[in-house]
């Protein structure tokens, strides 16, 4: 008896021993694997919310080491790019960085230009390199900073601190044409624009130098009129030179000239100086601006036809003040502004123009757009004497009379389900 307790003993002995043994390699060997680089957790996956339009597939594709998630709400970083049409003939992106939850008050923002002569594989590969850059700090605070390296090319190391040269003093050019041709039994439509484009952009200036051209030919057969054929053009040039006078203040001047069949215009050129006034810092333009613009200036008119006043030609002085307001915020966009104008010589000829628009994230998955144009005319000034034939008024070859002009767009939208948007499929 005292064998078999003792045999008992041993062999419970032996059994806890094996247990005790089999906890520790399985703990050790738990730790070791969570210590192990290369190994990723699904607690270091950061949750990014991409408030982008464009190239979201292939982002996707590219950093598959985030979560992408449908709601700013539910995000750890919300990554915010707004695009602008740059003076040199490119893009310009701001990539604004926004920290949420732990991340909160970890904010970065990182600018990338791509110029015109990129393609468009170009610019989405180097965005794809900012946003690497601008989600590092992110990472680096998760359990993933082990697999994160940074590298900095031997060109920018070793690289002369002297001043870059530019033989084109910043000036960008780009030639543009182009032309459709359509036909049918009973009609023909060709049309046609061409033009150049003259860019300077610099800190302390902002010019441009635009002429173009417009050339539109129809032509229709019916069996009562037999065949009728219409030739419109609008040719034109458009310039401005803007100087900085700081942060809030800058001055520029506008040359416009217009020859055109639609504003019975033979002949138009109007130069218009101008001075407008910032309330936040230019710096900040791409997330918020308040600005005030004022301009003067006189256009000298050679009519096609003889307007409703009487008038083959004419010198016409006005000014004009504009209030702009814009604001682009995680939570969505704001915009509005209203322009008065009138003529010198008469202050019922004048004009109000109304603008207002907003797209807002109202609550998870709930947006709300709305967009209203107003503008009360009392300026057609350039109006061909004479009633306007029907042919006229439905090909569109000459501008209306008209007291006002409205146009107003609203949209809702409701997105629901999954949380997350990471898998792509490009099926079809």
Request: glycine letters at 6%; one cysteine or more; a negative charge.
């Amino acid at each position: 008896m005292i064998f078999r307790l003792r045999e008992l003993g041993f062999h419970f002995s032996i059994r806890l021993s094996f247990i005790i043994a089999t906890l520790f390699l399985f703990t050790h060997q738990q730790a070791k694997s969570c210590d192990e680089p290369g190994e990723v957790h699904a607690v270091d996956i950061i949750s990014v919310f991409l408030d982008f339009p464009y190239f979201n597939q292939y982002i996707r594709e590219s950093l598959p080491v985030i979560n992408y998630v449908r709601d700013p709400q539910v995000s750890q970083v919300h990554v915010k790019i707004s695009r602008q049409r740059s003076g040199a003939g490119g893009e310009n992106y701001v990539i604004s960085f926004l920290g949420r939850q732990q991340f909160e008050g970890m904010n970065n923002e990182i600018t990338y230009w791509a110029p015109a002569s990129n393609t468009q594989d170009d610019t989405r590969r180097g965005l794809i390199e900012r946003l690497k850059l601008g989600l590092a700090p992110y990472l680096a605070n998760t359990g993933l900073n082990s697999l994160i390296t940074v590298n900095i090319s031997d060109s920018i190391m070793n690289m002369d601190r002297k001043p870059v040269e530019d033989p084109w003093k910043n000036w960008v050019f780009e030639i543009y044409g182009g032309a459709n041709l359509y036909k049918e039994a009973s009609q023909t439509k060709f049309n046609s624009r061409w033009g150049f484009y003259a860019d300077k952009v610099s800190d302390e200036w902002k010019m441009r130098m635009r002429p173009y051209f417009n050339l539109n030919n129809s032509s229709y057969i019916s069996e009562e009129d037999g065949e009728r054929e219409s030739h419109n053009y609008r040719h034109g040039f458009q310039g401005y030179m803007i100087r900085s006078l700081g942060q809030h203040w800058s001055a520029g001047l506008f040359l416009n000239m217009l020859a055109s069949t639609f504003h019975n215009m033979k002949f138009n050129i109007e130069p218009t100086p101008g001075i407008e006034y910032s309330l936040y810092p230019y710096s900040e333009a791409t997330e918020k601006a308040i600005t005030f613009a004022y301009t003067m200036g006189a256009a000298q008119n050679y009519y096609l036809e003889e307007t409703i006043f009487l008038k083959k030609q004419e010198t016409l002085f006005k000014h004009a003040l504009r209030i702009a307001v814009d604001f682009d915020q995680p939570w969505g966009a704001l915009w509005g502004g209203i322009k008065g104008s009138h003529y010198f010589h008469d202050f019922d000829a004048n004009r109000l123009e109304f603008y207002s628009g907003f797209n807002l994230r109202l609550i998870k998955g709930l947006s709300l757009s709305f967009r209203s144009d107003l503008d009360l005319t009392n300026d057609l000034l350039t109006i061909p004497a004479g009633e306007a034939t029907l042919e006229e008024l439905l090909l569109q070859e000459r501008a209306q009379s008209t007291s006002y002009q409205i146009y107003t767009n609203v949209g809702i939208s409701y997105r629901f389900g999954s949380e997350f948007s990471n898998v792509v499929n490009t099926r079809f």
